[in-house]
T-cell receptor, first 112, second 114 residues
Framework: QKEVEQNSGPLSVPEGAIASLNCTYS??????FFWYRQYSGKSPELIMS????GDKEDGRFTAQLNKASQYVSLLIRDSQPSDSATYLC????????????FGTGTSLTVIP | SAVISQKPSRDICQRGTSLTIQCQVD?????MFWYRQQPGQSLTLIAT?????????ESGFVIDKFPISRPNLTFSTLTVSNMSPEDSSIYLC???????????FGPGTRLTVT
């Protein structure tokens, strides 16, 4: 089992809709969780970090963490064509010597 | 966040040669990493750059092929040695700031080996 798993997509949503991106992880003692956005030809950009159970909102983005279910998600409200990118989930696992593990990414397309 | 620069941004190299990529960050950081990303693929961690000591390499990557230096808290280099076309990829430097667990990426170096 991979440390971090994401649906590869592609995920397509119409403009203005809510895009929901999901990620599961294998290590129960993971402490830090991150979402990155990567446009084609660019490097990953950190858009959200979350450390405790519950929701964290930043503008149109909401990260949700459920440690009991080992699940973290990213919701993008009022999706815009400029949100079209690959979204990477990352987990910092202290049990592995403070290693960061990345999912393979979910490709999101927002259709105008 | 952290401001990270990488040099060169891209290069085209001949088989059998070596290229050194530089990574500079604007503030002191705890951890520095080197990744490789093939087009359309996810990130592959090459190694953790350790200040003043040998880098920690991931399975499948060796020091002779990818020597890494980190002489201080803000600078690191990755050398891709004896290159082959299979080394064509984007190489990314990343850092973790002292005051957070957040990891930030440099702009990347696009390497093409002919």
């Amino acid at each position: 089992q991979k440390e971090v798993e994401q649906n590869s997509g592609p995920l397509s949503v119409p403009e203005g809709a809510i895009a929901s991106l999901n990620c599961t992880y294998s290590d129960r003692v993971s402490q830090s969780f991150f979402w990155y956005r990567q446009y084609s030809g660019k490097s990953p950009e950190l858009i959200m970090s979350i450390y405790s159970n519950g929701d964290k909102e930043d503008g149109r983005f909401t990260a949700q963490l459920n440690k009991a279910s080992q699940y973290v998600s990213l919701l993008i409200r009022d999706s815009q064509p400029s949100d079209s990118a690959t979204y990477l989930c990352a987990v910092n696992m202290w049990s592995s010597g403070n290693q960061f593990y990345f999912g393979t990414g979910t490709s999101l397309t927002v259709i105008p | 966040s952290a401001v990270i620069s990488q040099k060169p941004s891209r290069d085209i190299c001949q088989r059998g040669t070596s290229l050194t990529i530089q990574c500079q960050v604007d503030s002191q950081v705890t951890m520095m990493f080197w990744y490789r990303q093939q087009p359309g693929q996810s990130l592959t961690l090459i190694a953790t750059a350790n200040q003043g000591s040998e880098a920690t390499y991931e399975s499948g990557f060796v020091i002779d092929k990818f020597p890494i230096s980190r002489p201080n808290l803000t600078f690191s280099t990755l050398t891709v040695s004896n290159m082959s076309p299979e080394d064509s990829s984007i190489y990314l430097c990343s850092v973790v700031r002292r005051d957070s667990y957040e990891q930030y990426f440099g702009p990347g170096t696009r390497l093409t080996v002919t």
